[in-house]
Protein backbone atom coordinates (compact mmCIF):
# COMPACT_ATOMS: atom_id res chain seq x y z
CA UNK A 1 0.00 0.00 0.00
CA UNK A 2 1.28 3.79 -0.82
CA UNK A 3 0.07 7.00 0.87
CA UNK A 4 -1.05 9.15 -1.36
CA UNK A 5 -2.31 12.87 -0.55
CA UNK A 6 -6.23 12.92 0.00
CA UNK A 7 -8.04 15.62 -1.59
CA UNK A 8 -11.51 15.01 -0.15
CA UNK A 9 -12.99 18.31 1.71
CA UNK A 10 -12.90 16.99 4.79
CA UNK A 11 -12.55 19.81 7.83
CA UNK A 12 -8.67 19.69 9.97
CA UNK A 13 -8.33 17.81 12.56
CA UNK A 14 -6.91 19.15 15.62
CA UNK A 15 -4.02 18.17 18.03
CA UNK A 16 -5.43 16.12 21.34
CA UNK A 17 -4.31 17.60 25.16
CA UNK A 18 -3.83 14.15 25.97
CA UNK A 19 -1.92 11.37 24.89
CA UNK A 20 -2.17 7.76 26.71
CA UNK A 21 1.07 5.69 27.24
CA UNK A 22 4.72 6.95 27.92
CA UNK A 23 6.32 5.76 24.24
CA UNK A 24 8.21 8.57 22.46
CA UNK A 25 5.62 11.03 20.58
CA UNK A 26 7.51 11.22 17.31
CA UNK A 27 4.89 12.77 15.07
CA UNK A 28 1.23 12.78 14.62
CA UNK A 29 -0.43 11.21 11.95
CA UNK A 30 -1.64 12.74 8.54
CA UNK A 31 -3.94 9.15 7.76
CA UNK A 32 -6.79 9.32 7.32
CA UNK A 33 -8.91 5.98 8.54
CA UNK A 34 -7.46 2.95 10.49
CA UNK A 35 -3.58 3.78 10.33
CA UNK A 36 -1.40 0.30 9.91
CA UNK A 37 0.46 -0.42 13.35
CA UNK A 38 3.83 -1.51 13.05
CA UNK A 39 5.40 -3.65 15.91
CA UNK A 40 6.87 -1.57 18.15
CA UNK A 41 4.33 1.70 17.40
CA UNK A 42 1.31 2.77 18.72
CA UNK A 43 -0.69 5.05 16.70
CA UNK A 44 -4.24 6.56 17.96
CA UNK A 45 -5.42 5.43 20.91
CA UNK A 46 -5.07 2.04 21.72
CA UNK A 47 -8.79 1.04 22.77
CA UNK A 48 -10.82 3.03 20.12
CA UNK A 49 -11.21 3.45 16.03
CA UNK A 50 -9.49 6.51 14.88
CA UNK A 51 -10.75 9.97 15.51
CA UNK A 52 -11.68 11.60 12.99
CA UNK A 53 -11.62 15.14 14.83
CA UNK A 54 -7.74 14.50 16.01
CA UNK A 55 -4.64 13.52 14.66
CA UNK A 56 -3.23 10.38 16.42
CA UNK A 57 -0.08 10.11 18.08
CA UNK A 58 2.73 8.20 16.35
CA UNK A 59 3.83 6.71 19.46
CA UNK A 60 7.35 4.56 19.84
CA UNK A 61 7.39 1.79 22.25
CA UNK A 62 9.94 -0.17 21.16
CA UNK A 63 13.97 -0.03 22.18
CA UNK A 64 15.54 0.95 18.91
CA UNK A 65 16.97 3.85 17.92
CA UNK A 66 15.73 7.13 16.29
CA UNK A 67 18.27 9.45 14.17
CA UNK A 68 16.51 13.00 12.92
CA UNK A 69 18.35 14.81 9.55
CA UNK A 70 17.44 18.46 9.24
CA UNK A 71 19.27 21.47 9.38
CA UNK A 72 20.34 23.71 12.04
CA UNK A 73 17.57 25.88 13.13
CA UNK A 74 14.52 23.93 11.42
CA UNK A 75 13.27 23.02 14.33
CA UNK A 76 14.98 20.05 16.00
CA UNK A 77 15.00 21.46 19.80
CA UNK A 78 11.10 22.06 19.67
CA UNK A 79 10.17 19.54 17.80
CA UNK A 80 12.08 16.40 18.82
CA UNK A 81 13.97 17.41 21.40
CA UNK A 82 11.86 19.37 24.04
CA UNK A 83 8.49 17.27 23.46
CA UNK A 84 10.62 14.41 24.36
CA UNK A 85 11.96 15.90 27.26
CA UNK A 86 8.21 17.07 28.47
CA UNK A 87 6.66 13.15 28.18
CA UNK A 88 9.71 10.55 28.59
CA UNK A 89 9.31 9.02 32.06
CA UNK A 90 12.73 7.28 32.29
CA UNK A 91 16.71 8.57 32.58
CA UNK A 92 18.04 10.91 29.80
CA UNK A 93 21.32 12.72 28.90
CA UNK A 94 21.41 15.48 26.66
CA UNK A 95 23.58 17.11 24.67
CA UNK A 96 22.16 21.12 25.62
CA UNK A 97 24.93 23.27 23.38
CA UNK A 98 22.65 26.23 24.08
CA UNK A 99 21.05 25.23 27.79
CA UNK A 100 17.80 25.72 26.22
CA UNK A 101 16.46 22.51 26.84
CA UNK A 102 17.47 22.62 30.17
CA UNK A 103 16.29 26.09 30.87
CA UNK A 104 12.67 24.80 28.89
CA UNK A 105 12.38 21.29 30.69
CA UNK A 106 14.23 21.53 34.26
CA UNK A 107 11.35 21.60 36.23
CA UNK A 108 9.16 19.69 34.34
CA UNK A 109 12.11 16.76 35.11
CA UNK A 110 11.77 17.62 38.99
CA UNK A 111 7.87 17.46 38.55
CA UNK A 112 8.57 13.90 36.90
CA UNK A 113 10.78 13.07 39.73
CA UNK A 114 13.89 12.94 38.76
CA UNK A 115 17.52 14.61 39.60
CA UNK A 116 18.71 17.48 37.45
CA UNK A 117 22.06 17.43 36.79
CA UNK A 118 23.55 20.31 34.28
CA UNK A 119 27.34 20.39 33.14
CA UNK A 120 27.76 23.68 32.42
CA UNK A 121 31.50 24.70 32.76
CA UNK A 122 30.43 28.02 30.78
CA UNK A 123 28.10 29.48 32.94
CA UNK A 124 25.49 29.54 29.83
CA UNK A 125 22.41 28.71 32.19
CA UNK A 126 21.19 30.17 35.14
CA UNK A 127 20.53 26.98 36.63
CA UNK A 128 23.22 25.63 39.85
CA UNK A 129 26.03 24.06 37.89
CA UNK A 130 27.45 20.36 38.80
CA UNK A 131 30.90 18.67 37.98
CA UNK A 132 31.89 15.23 36.65
CA UNK A 133 35.27 13.95 36.86
CA UNK A 134 35.51 11.66 33.59
CA UNK A 135 38.38 9.48 36.08
CA UNK A 136 35.47 8.17 38.49
CA UNK A 137 34.62 5.51 35.52
CA UNK A 138 38.27 4.20 36.86
CA UNK A 139 37.89 1.51 39.92
CA UNK A 140 41.60 1.33 41.37
CA UNK A 141 42.85 -2.42 40.65
CA UNK A 142 40.04 -3.91 39.25
CA UNK A 143 39.68 -5.90 35.97
CA UNK A 144 38.96 -3.29 33.99
CA UNK A 145 41.29 -0.35 35.30
CA UNK A 146 43.56 -0.37 32.27
CA UNK A 147 41.09 -0.79 29.68
CA UNK A 148 39.17 2.28 31.24
CA UNK A 149 42.42 4.70 31.26
CA UNK A 150 42.74 3.64 27.64
CA UNK A 151 38.96 4.67 26.72
CA UNK A 152 39.64 7.98 28.35
CA UNK A 153 42.94 8.56 26.66
CA UNK A 154 41.56 7.70 23.17
CA UNK A 155 38.50 10.17 24.52
CA UNK A 156 40.61 13.05 24.91
CA UNK A 157 43.21 12.31 21.87
CA UNK A 158 42.72 14.54 18.24
CA UNK A 159 43.07 11.15 16.00
CA UNK A 160 40.60 12.38 13.48
CA UNK A 161 42.08 13.40 10.63
CA UNK A 162 46.02 12.14 11.01
CA UNK A 163 47.13 9.16 9.10
CA UNK A 164 50.71 8.22 8.29
CA UNK A 165 53.78 8.94 10.92
CA UNK A 166 51.33 11.66 12.73
CA UNK A 167 48.98 8.09 13.77
CA UNK A 168 52.21 6.89 15.06
CA UNK A 169 53.10 9.91 17.15
CA UNK A 170 49.33 9.77 18.46
CA UNK A 171 49.29 6.24 19.27
CA UNK A 172 52.65 6.72 21.46
CA UNK A 173 51.24 9.89 22.97
CA UNK A 174 48.73 8.06 24.14
CA UNK A 175 50.75 5.14 25.71
CA UNK A 176 51.96 7.83 27.71
CA UNK A 177 48.88 9.63 28.48
CA UNK A 178 47.85 5.76 29.55
CA UNK A 179 51.05 5.50 32.20
CA UNK A 180 51.00 8.92 33.76
CA UNK A 181 46.68 8.50 34.45
CA UNK A 182 47.83 5.51 35.86
CA UNK A 183 50.35 6.41 38.06
CA UNK A 184 48.21 9.21 39.28
CA UNK A 185 45.12 7.03 40.16
CA UNK A 186 47.65 4.33 41.66
CA UNK A 187 50.09 6.56 43.39
CA UNK A 188 47.10 8.69 45.00
CA UNK A 189 44.49 6.67 45.80
CA UNK A 190 43.04 8.47 48.64
CA UNK A 191 43.65 11.92 46.09
CA UNK A 192 41.82 11.47 43.06
CA UNK A 193 40.28 15.06 43.05
CA UNK A 194 41.78 17.48 39.98
CA UNK A 195 43.24 14.41 38.44
CA UNK A 196 42.83 15.81 35.09
CA UNK A 197 44.41 18.97 35.78
CA UNK A 198 47.27 16.82 37.15
CA UNK A 199 47.73 15.05 34.56
CA UNK A 200 47.63 18.39 31.86
CA UNK A 201 51.02 19.82 34.24
CA UNK A 202 52.80 16.37 34.17
CA UNK A 203 52.99 16.69 30.41
CA UNK A 204 54.21 20.24 30.77
CA UNK A 205 57.05 19.07 32.48
CA UNK A 206 60.53 19.84 31.00
CA UNK A 207 63.00 17.03 30.55
CA UNK A 208 64.93 17.18 34.00
CA UNK A 209 61.19 16.89 35.81
CA UNK A 210 59.69 13.99 33.37
CA UNK A 211 63.22 12.28 34.44
CA UNK A 212 62.61 12.51 38.43
CA UNK A 213 58.96 11.34 37.47
CA UNK A 214 60.08 8.27 35.69
CA UNK A 215 62.51 7.70 38.92
CA UNK A 216 59.73 8.07 41.06
CA UNK A 217 57.45 5.47 39.14
CA UNK A 218 60.36 3.00 38.76
CA UNK A 219 60.49 3.23 42.57
CA UNK A 220 56.68 1.81 42.90
CA UNK A 221 57.83 -1.58 41.32
CA UNK A 222 55.24 -1.42 39.06
CA UNK A 223 55.01 -3.73 36.27
CA UNK A 224 52.38 -1.72 34.49
CA UNK A 225 54.50 1.56 35.03
CA UNK A 226 57.67 0.63 33.76
CA UNK A 227 56.83 1.06 30.00
CA UNK A 228 55.84 4.49 30.93
CA UNK A 229 58.87 5.21 32.95
CA UNK A 230 60.93 4.38 29.71
CA UNK A 231 59.58 6.50 27.33
CA UNK A 232 60.06 9.42 29.96
CA UNK A 233 63.74 8.86 29.58
CA UNK A 234 64.29 8.20 25.95
CA UNK A 235 67.93 8.73 25.32
CA UNK A 236 66.18 10.82 21.52
CA UNK A 237 65.31 14.17 23.19
CA UNK A 238 63.34 14.91 20.19
CA UNK A 239 61.44 11.67 20.06
CA UNK A 240 60.46 12.63 23.76
CA UNK A 241 59.61 15.94 23.05
CA UNK A 242 57.79 14.34 19.57
CA UNK A 243 55.66 12.21 22.20
CA UNK A 244 54.62 15.02 24.65
CA UNK A 245 53.81 17.46 22.09
CA UNK A 246 51.01 15.46 21.31
CA UNK A 247 50.14 14.83 24.54
CA UNK A 248 50.10 18.80 25.61
CA UNK A 249 47.47 19.04 22.27
CA UNK A 250 45.24 16.51 23.14
CA UNK A 251 45.04 17.70 26.52
CA UNK A 252 44.45 21.59 25.65
CA UNK A 253 40.82 21.51 26.10
CA UNK A 254 41.74 21.43 30.03
CA UNK A 255 43.69 24.86 29.59
CA UNK A 256 40.90 26.92 31.27
CA UNK A 257 40.37 27.30 35.11
CA UNK A 258 35.94 26.32 33.74
CA UNK A 259 36.85 23.38 32.48
CA UNK A 260 39.23 22.58 35.00
CA UNK A 261 36.64 23.15 37.66
CA UNK A 262 33.73 20.97 36.02
CA UNK A 263 36.00 18.52 35.62
CA UNK A 264 38.04 18.48 39.80
CA UNK A 265 35.51 16.11 41.13
CA UNK A 266 31.46 14.93 40.53
CA UNK A 267 28.82 16.12 42.46
CA UNK A 268 26.79 12.69 41.29
CA UNK A 269 28.08 9.32 41.10
CA UNK A 270 27.77 7.05 38.01
CA UNK A 271 26.58 4.49 39.12
CA UNK A 272 23.47 6.34 39.60
CA UNK A 273 23.54 6.16 35.68
CA UNK A 274 24.42 2.41 35.78
CA UNK A 275 21.72 1.88 37.74
CA UNK A 276 19.09 3.55 35.77
CA UNK A 277 18.14 6.24 38.47
CA UNK A 278 15.72 8.77 37.44
CA UNK A 279 18.33 11.54 36.84
CA UNK A 280 17.88 13.98 34.01
CA UNK A 281 21.88 14.99 32.79
CA UNK A 282 22.20 18.27 30.87
CA UNK A 283 25.58 18.45 28.48
CA UNK A 284 25.64 22.47 27.94
CA UNK A 285 28.63 23.02 25.84
CA UNK A 286 27.64 26.68 24.23
CA UNK A 287 28.10 25.96 19.94
CA UNK A 288 31.30 28.91 19.66
CA UNK A 289 33.07 26.30 22.00
CA UNK A 290 32.27 22.87 20.21
CA UNK A 291 35.48 23.02 18.41
CA UNK A 292 37.51 24.15 21.15
CA UNK A 293 35.98 21.85 23.67
CA UNK A 294 34.52 19.32 21.56
CA UNK A 295 36.86 16.46 23.13
CA UNK A 296 35.20 17.76 26.91
CA UNK A 297 31.70 16.66 25.86
CA UNK A 298 33.11 13.89 23.62
CA UNK A 299 34.76 12.58 27.12
CA UNK A 300 31.72 13.25 29.24
CA UNK A 301 29.48 11.52 26.43
CA UNK A 302 31.86 8.43 26.20
CA UNK A 303 32.04 8.00 30.01
CA UNK A 304 28.24 8.07 30.38
CA UNK A 305 28.09 5.13 27.33
CA UNK A 306 30.50 3.50 29.41
CA UNK A 307 28.70 3.97 32.83
CA UNK A 308 25.73 2.13 30.84
CA UNK A 309 27.81 -0.87 29.41
CA UNK A 310 28.52 -1.77 33.25
CA UNK A 311 25.00 -2.99 33.43
CA UNK A 312 24.67 -6.64 33.76
CA UNK A 313 20.95 -6.72 33.07
CA UNK A 314 18.40 -3.78 32.10
CA UNK A 315 16.55 -1.34 33.98
CA UNK A 316 12.85 -1.34 34.68
CA UNK A 317 13.01 2.24 31.71
CA UNK A 318 15.41 3.17 29.49
CA UNK A 319 18.14 5.39 29.80
CA UNK A 320 18.03 7.78 26.53
CA UNK A 321 20.66 10.18 24.87
CA UNK A 322 19.57 12.81 22.82
CA UNK A 323 22.79 13.78 21.35
CA UNK A 324 22.28 17.07 19.19
CA UNK A 325 24.53 18.36 17.03
CA UNK A 326 26.37 14.54 16.99
CA UNK A 327 29.19 15.28 14.55
CA UNK A 328 30.70 17.89 16.96
CA UNK A 329 32.08 14.41 18.50
CA UNK A 330 33.74 13.26 15.86
CA UNK A 331 34.39 9.55 15.67
CA UNK A 332 33.14 8.18 18.66
CA UNK A 333 33.61 4.65 18.18
CA UNK A 334 30.63 4.66 21.84
CA UNK A 335 28.38 6.15 19.95
CA UNK A 336 28.46 3.50 17.01
CA UNK A 337 28.57 0.72 19.64
CA UNK A 338 25.52 2.18 20.87
CA UNK A 339 23.98 2.26 17.67
CA UNK A 340 24.59 -1.38 16.85
CA UNK A 341 25.51 -3.13 19.48
CA UNK A 342 24.35 -2.33 22.89
CA UNK A 343 20.56 -2.00 22.88
CA UNK A 344 20.19 -5.08 25.20
CA UNK A 345 21.60 -2.93 27.75
CA UNK A 346 19.02 -0.66 28.20
CA UNK A 347 20.23 2.39 26.04
CA UNK A 348 18.52 4.15 23.54
CA UNK A 349 20.34 6.54 21.35
CA UNK A 350 18.38 9.45 19.48
CA UNK A 351 21.52 10.97 17.55
CA UNK A 352 20.65 14.60 15.02
CA UNK A 353 22.61 15.00 12.24
CA UNK A 354 22.21 18.03 10.04
CA UNK A 355 22.66 15.98 6.76
CA UNK A 356 23.65 11.91 5.42
CA UNK A 357 27.21 13.17 4.43
CA UNK A 358 28.07 13.91 8.18
CA UNK A 359 27.32 10.79 8.96
CA UNK A 360 28.80 8.55 5.69
CA UNK A 361 32.18 11.25 6.70
CA UNK A 362 32.70 10.41 9.73
CA UNK A 363 31.62 6.33 9.61
CA UNK A 364 32.66 5.70 6.45
CA UNK A 365 32.45 1.92 7.23
CA UNK A 366 29.50 1.96 9.68
CA UNK A 367 26.79 4.57 8.24
CA UNK A 368 24.93 2.39 6.73
CA UNK A 369 24.68 -0.48 9.72
CA UNK A 370 23.82 2.73 11.66
CA UNK A 371 21.05 4.04 9.70
CA UNK A 372 19.46 0.58 9.50
CA UNK A 373 19.42 0.23 13.28
CA UNK A 374 17.62 2.71 13.73
CA UNK A 375 13.75 2.02 13.65
CA UNK A 376 12.78 5.74 13.52
CA UNK A 377 14.01 8.27 10.88
CA UNK A 378 13.17 11.74 10.89
CA UNK A 379 13.83 14.60 8.23
CA UNK A 380 12.76 17.86 7.52
CA UNK A 381 13.44 21.21 6.46
CA UNK A 382 15.32 19.75 3.39
CA UNK A 383 17.05 22.56 1.70
CA UNK A 384 17.62 21.37 -2.57
CA UNK A 385 16.58 18.71 -4.93
CA UNK A 386 20.42 16.74 -3.94
CA UNK A 387 19.08 16.51 -0.28
CA UNK A 388 15.74 15.23 -1.11
CA UNK A 389 16.88 12.68 -3.73
CA UNK A 390 19.50 10.98 -1.43
CA UNK A 391 16.52 10.95 1.54
CA UNK A 392 14.25 9.74 -0.96
CA UNK A 393 16.56 7.02 -1.92
CA UNK A 394 17.40 6.32 1.32
CA UNK A 395 13.89 5.68 2.81
CA UNK A 396 12.03 4.94 -0.79
CA UNK A 397 9.93 7.70 -0.58
CA UNK A 398 8.57 8.11 -3.80
CA UNK A 399 8.50 11.65 -4.13
CA UNK A 400 11.11 13.55 -3.55
CA UNK A 401 9.74 16.80 -4.88
CA UNK A 402 7.45 16.68 -2.32
CA UNK A 403 9.88 16.89 0.28
CA UNK A 404 10.97 20.59 -0.71
CA UNK A 405 7.32 21.60 -1.10
CA UNK A 406 6.43 20.34 3.24
CA UNK A 407 4.90 22.89 5.31
CA UNK A 408 7.07 24.43 8.41
CA UNK A 409 5.60 21.59 10.77
CA UNK A 410 5.23 18.88 7.96
CA UNK A 411 8.57 15.83 8.37
CA UNK A 412 8.93 12.54 6.45
CA UNK A 413 9.03 9.83 8.31
CA UNK A 414 10.16 6.16 8.28
CA UNK A 415 9.45 4.06 11.12
CA UNK A 416 10.28 0.43 10.88
CA UNK A 417 8.09 -1.91 9.31
CA UNK A 418 6.26 0.65 7.02
CA UNK A 419 6.56 2.53 4.19
CA UNK A 420 7.91 6.13 4.95
CA UNK A 421 5.40 8.89 5.16
CA UNK A 422 4.82 12.51 5.87
CA UNK A 423 3.78 13.75 9.20
CA UNK A 424 3.28 16.57 11.41
CA UNK A 425 6.06 17.57 13.72
CA UNK A 426 5.07 18.32 17.58
CA UNK A 427 6.18 21.57 18.54
CA UNK A 428 6.07 21.94 22.62
CA UNK A 429 4.87 25.76 22.04
CA UNK A 430 1.67 24.97 20.55
CA UNK A 431 0.36 21.70 20.56
CA UNK A 432 -2.17 21.35 23.52
CA UNK A 433 -0.13 18.06 25.13
CA UNK A 434 2.64 20.45 26.42
CA UNK A 435 0.39 23.43 27.68
CA UNK A 436 2.05 24.02 31.29
CA UNK A 437 4.94 22.12 31.20
CA UNK A 438 7.36 24.07 29.94
CA UNK A 439 9.40 27.48 31.24
CA UNK A 440 10.32 30.19 29.09
CA UNK A 441 13.28 30.02 26.94
CA UNK A 442 15.62 32.43 27.95
CA UNK A 443 17.17 32.93 24.52
CA UNK A 444 13.45 34.39 23.74
CA UNK A 445 13.12 36.47 26.83
CA UNK A 446 13.29 40.11 25.86
CA UNK A 447 13.89 41.12 29.28
CA UNK A 448 17.39 39.44 29.94
CA UNK A 449 20.53 41.61 29.06
CA UNK A 450 21.64 40.42 25.76
CA UNK A 451 25.16 40.74 26.93
CA UNK A 452 26.63 38.45 29.10
CA UNK A 453 27.79 39.86 32.70
CA UNK A 454 31.28 40.95 32.76
CA UNK A 455 33.14 39.37 36.14
CA UNK A 456 35.81 41.80 37.39
CA UNK A 457 39.11 39.36 38.98
CA UNK A 458 37.73 38.58 42.66
CA UNK A 459 39.50 40.91 44.99
CA UNK A 460 42.24 39.68 47.01
CA UNK A 461 43.26 41.05 50.39
CA UNK A 462 46.11 40.53 52.45
CA UNK A 463 45.99 41.89 56.17
CA UNK A 464 49.52 43.50 56.94
CA UNK A 465 50.61 43.96 60.56
CA UNK A 466 51.61 47.84 61.17
CA UNK A 467 55.24 48.33 61.54
CA UNK A 468 56.65 49.44 65.11
CA UNK A 469 58.63 52.92 64.92
CA UNK A 470 62.22 52.44 65.07
CA UNK A 471 63.34 54.53 68.07
CA UNK A 472 64.85 57.63 67.38
CA UNK A 473 68.40 58.26 67.82
CA UNK A 474 69.78 60.41 70.79
CA UNK A 475 70.79 63.50 68.60
CA UNK A 476 74.74 63.99 68.09
CA UNK A 477 76.14 66.60 70.22
CA UNK A 478 79.37 68.43 69.38
CA UNK A 479 81.93 67.66 72.44
CA UNK A 480 83.26 71.16 72.09
CA UNK A 481 80.16 72.73 72.11
CA UNK A 482 79.16 70.83 75.38
CA UNK A 483 82.34 72.08 76.65
CA UNK A 484 81.92 76.20 75.95
CA UNK A 485 77.87 75.35 77.56
CA UNK A 486 79.44 74.02 81.02
CA UNK A 487 82.15 76.80 81.35
CA UNK A 488 79.13 79.21 80.91
CA UNK A 489 77.29 77.62 84.08
CA UNK A 490 80.64 76.99 86.60
Known amino acids: MTLVPDDSPLPPRRLPSSVEGDGLLVGWSLEQGQPHQPFGFRIGAPTTNANQEQLDPILFEGSGHLMTIAPTGSGKGTGCIIPTLLR ?35 GITDLPADRLDPTDIVIPNSRTELDDIAMLSELMMESHGFDGRDRFWLQRAQQVLNGLLLYLIRSQPEQRKGLLGKLRKMVSQDTEELAKLAERMRQMQDPDLEATAASLTLPAETTLAGYMAFAQNSLGFLRGEAVLEATQDSTFSLDDVTRGELVSIYLVIPPEKLESHGRLLRLWIGVLIAAVVRRRRAPALRTLFLLDEAPQLGPLPQLRQAITLLRGYGLQTWSFWQDMSQLRQLYPQDWQTMLNNCRVVQSFGVPNMNAAMDLATLTGFPRPEELLDLDFDEMLLLIAGDEARL ?37 RLRRVSPARPKPTPPPVVDPAFLDRLLAQWA
Open 423 to 459: ARRPEYRSDPLFRGQFDRNPLHDSSREIMPQALRPQR
Open 88 to 122: YPGPVIVVDPKGENAAVTARRRRQMGHRVIVLDPM
